[in-house]
């Protein structure tokens, strides 16, 4: 890859993401636990904002790559509460690691960051902009069970705010899919989101009713809907139950559709639907490993 | 002699050298020195002429800066507020080139980003940084999109007029 930062899933081109894919399935294949090729490497994590599975998954990758993590700890615990800005942090943490790892509250943090370092810095998220190694993730789970081309998509939720929706968004414009987008009004696809996928030549097809597309699609991504975007509990509840599947509701859907989440989930996804062959958001998850350690390997 | 032209001879010609913006949009006079960074401070001679009947356009303003010649670099910012705005150099009172502001690709520093939640809002050691769109312009941070009211969005010092 000729990639030195990964900042948006906008910035890798479809061969990138084949690359990245690829490797995927070969550490995976290998057994990754016996996968040693970087022993020495250090990968900083830097986690301004919560993570479980990112933190977690890149923290794995790289220790099962036969290298070791840094991790920044709690915010509270660090120099950011002595008013350190994020360009001296990162500056500072490049010369204790080989890759960096920042999830930020602020929508282009990662970008900014990149700006002050030469180590890799990798965006696992950056307030409401990007996530771009979870859409790696995602499209390795979808490549395994439905394919890229030639299928039709749905992403469903809080598309507005969702990162995971906007890398996921525009990254599927590389390859031969068609999105619909079902969300209510208010957390629909911001104008930055549309304006790319205008650019890339896809049509947005927007819905306020999963019912109406359900039947076609082979693949529906549910994101989560979160509570402090509304102003009240009621309207919450309301919106949010529009916005779930469960079991039921699958039986209009086709055989082969699967049903994906970058979790956590709360009540988007009813339990119900776990046991079904729709189900593949854990896997997901797990998918976090390889696709991770296929990142690293390629950029350190 | 039309008004316009009319109007030139009053409020251009009587310069002896600088430069003078001529066919700023209507009501942006003050955006365009605040852009400039031009407030008087450092001497030299400004003279504003604000929502001067135009016949191409309407009505429009007019800046006149003396001892001072602006390069295409300086001005070219201009055509995100004025796209219409033709710069003419002066010497010794004769117009020595004219030419019309040309769009430039990134605007960099003279913007302030409205997103709140943009890193360059936080404080951070970063100018922020746009690039200009057909219709817009666009934080390459945030990547928030702003289509209108781009004067408001300003952030460089007003001049002190």
């Given at each position: 890859?000729?990639?030195?930062?990964?900042?948006t899933?906008?910035?890798?081109?479809?061969?990138?993401?084949?690359?990245?894919?690829?490797?995927?399935?070969?550490?995976?294949?290998?057994?990754?636990?016996?996968?040693?090729?970087?022993?020495?490497?250090?990968?900083?994590?830097?986690?301004f904002e919560?993570?479980?599975?990112?933190?977690?998954?890149?923290?794995?990758?790289?220790?099962?790559?036969?290298?070791?993590?840094?991790?920044?700890?709690?915010?509270?615990?660090?120099?950011?509460?002595?008013?350190?800005?994020?360009?001296?942090?990162?500056?500072?943490?490049?010369?204790?690691?080989?890759?960096?790892?920042?999830r930020h509250p602020s929508q282009g943090a990662a970008k900014?960051?990149?700006?002050?370092?030469?180590?890799?810095?990798?965006n696992a998220g950056d307030g409401a902009g990007h996530h771009p190694?979870q859409?790696?993730?995602?499209?390795?789970?979808?490549?395994?069970?439905?394919?890229?081309?030639?299928?039709?998509?749905?992403?469903?939720g809080d598309l507005k705010y969702g990162r995971t929706v906007h890398s996921l968004a525009t990254?599927?414009?590389?390859?031969?899919?068609?999105?619909?987008?079902?969300s209510?009004?208010s957390l629909a696809l911001p104008a930055n989101v549309r304006?790319?996928?205008?650019?890339?030549?896809?049509?947005?097809?927007?819905?306020?009713?999963?019912?109406?597309?359900?039947?076609?699609?082979?693949?529906?991504?549910?994101t989560r809907i979160q509570?402090e975007r509304?102003?009240?509990?009621?309207?919450?509840?309301?919106?949010?139950?529009?916005?779930?599947?469960?079991?039921?509701?699958?039986?209009?859907?086709?055989?082969?559709?699967?049903?994906?989440?970058p979790?956590?989930?709360?009540?988007?996804?009813?339990?119900?639907?776990?046991?079904?062959?729709?189900?593949?958001?854990?896997?997901?998850?797990?998918?976090?490993?390889?696709?991770?350690?296929?990142?690293?390997?390629?950029?350190? | 002699?039309?008004?316009?032209?009319?109007?030139?001879?009053?409020?251009?010609?009587?310069?002896?050298?600088?430069?003078?913006?001529?066919?700023?949009?209507?009501?942006?006079?003050?955006?365009?020195?605040?852009?400039?960074?031009?407030?008087?401070?450092?001497?030299?001679?400004?003279?504003?002429?604000?929502?001067?009947?135009?016949?191409?356009?309407?009505?429009?303003?007019?800046?006149?800066?003396?001892?001072?010649?602006?390069?295409?670099?300086?001005?070219?910012?201009?055509?995100?507020?004025?796209?219409?705005?033709?710069?003419?150099?002066?010497?010794?009172?004769?117009?020595?080139?004219?030419?019309?502001?040309?769009?430039?690709?990134?605007?960099?520093?003279?913007?302030?980003c409205p997103n709140p939640e943009c890193i360059?809002n936080?404080?951070?050691?970063?100018?922020?940084?746009?690039?200009?769109?057909?219709?817009?312009?666009?934080c390459?941070y945030c990547e928030s999109i702003?289509?209108?009211?781009?004067?408001?969005?300003?952030?460089?010092?007003?001049?002190?007029?």
């Open positions: 890859m000729r990639h030195e930062h990964v900042i899933a906008k910035g890798l081109s479809r061969a990138d993401i084949e690359t990245v894919l690829d490797r995927a399935a070969e550490l995976e294949a290998a057994d990754s636990r016996a996968v040693e090729l970087h022993r020495g490497k250090i990968l900083a994590l830097l986690f919560p993570s479980t599975r990112t933190r977690l998954s890149f923290d794995a990758a790289i220790k099962r790559l036969g290298g070791d993590a840094i991790d920044m700890g709690a915010v509270d615990e660090s120099s950011v509460t002595k008013g350190e800005t994020l360009a001296d942090t990162v500056r500072v943490i490049e010369g204790y690691a080989d890759a960096i790892v920042l900014m960051a990149s700006e002050f370092v030469d180590v890799p810095l990798l190694t859409t790696l993730l995602d499209l390795y789970t979808m490549r395994k069970h439905v394919g890229l081309d030639g299928i039709s998509v749905g992403i469903m990254a599927l414009t590389k390859f031969d899919t068609v999105q619909h987008f079902i209510p009004e304006y790319d996928l205008h650019e890339a030549g896809s049509t947005v097809r927007e819905h306020r009713d999963i019912e109406d597309v359900l039947p076609e699609l082979d693949l529906l991504y549910v509570r509304f102003p009240d509990e009621r309207e919450y509840r309301d919106v949010a139950g529009e916005y779930g599947i469960d079991a039921a509701a699958l039986e209009r859907a086709k055989e082969h559709c699967k049903i994906m989440h979790l956590p989930r709360v009540d988007e996804i009813d339990p119900s639907v776990d046991e079904t062959n729709h189900a593949v958001y854990f896997e997901q998850a797990h998918n976090g490993i390889p696709v991770r350690m296929a990142l690293l390997d390629l950029l350190l | 002699m039309s008004d316009d032209e009319h109007e030139h001879e009053l409020l251009v010609s009587k310069i002896e050298d600088g430069t003078v913006i001529d066919h700023v949009t209507g009501g942006q006079a003050l955006n365009v020195l605040a852009i400039l960074g031009i407030d008087g401070s450092r001497g030299e001679r400004v003279s504003v002429g604000i929502n001067v009947p135009s016949g191409r356009l309407g009505r429009k303003d007019i800046v006149k800066v003396e001892g001072r010649e602006l390069t295409p670099a300086e001005v070219d910012v201009l055509s995100l507020i004025a796209p219409n705005a033709t710069i003419n150099i002066i010497r010794g009172y004769d117009v020595i080139d004219k030419h019309r502001v040309e769009r430039t690709a990134v605007v960099a520093g003279i913007l302030s360059t936080a404080r951070e050691p970063v100018e922020t940084r746009f690039d200009v769109l057909d219709d817009g312009v666009r390459v702003i289509r209108e009211g781009l004067a408001e969005h300003i952030e460089v010092e007003r001049p002190s007029v």
